[in-house]
């Protein structure tokens, strides 16, 4: 019984960045990183730093990406596409009637 206590114990504790969302954007990071430095994904480095914000290293080039995670949900954008949305508002172009 303590064998699989201890490996559940691991699997846990290996699984609690994802769970709490850090890290989550790591994986949609190397995707828009492997197009945007035109490197293989294998060989793309990523690491989170401070704020939500990645960094991406291959092939000789180097990227920033900032992110918004909600969850395991994240919006990925690069050094020039603009600012990341904000999930607390609702669409500026949406009206609400009261009833």
Known sequence: MRPFALLLLLGLVGCESTINGRGAAAPLVRVHAA?????????VRVTEEFGGVYKAIGCGRKAYYRTLCEGLSCEVKGEGDGPIGWK????????????
């Not at 607390?88 to 009833?99: G, H, K, S, Y």
Request: charged share 45%.
């Open 35 to 43: 197009k945007d430095l035109d490197c293989p994904d294998a060989e």
């Open 88 to 99: 607390d508002r609702p669409d500026q172009n949406t009206i609400v009637l009261p009833r």
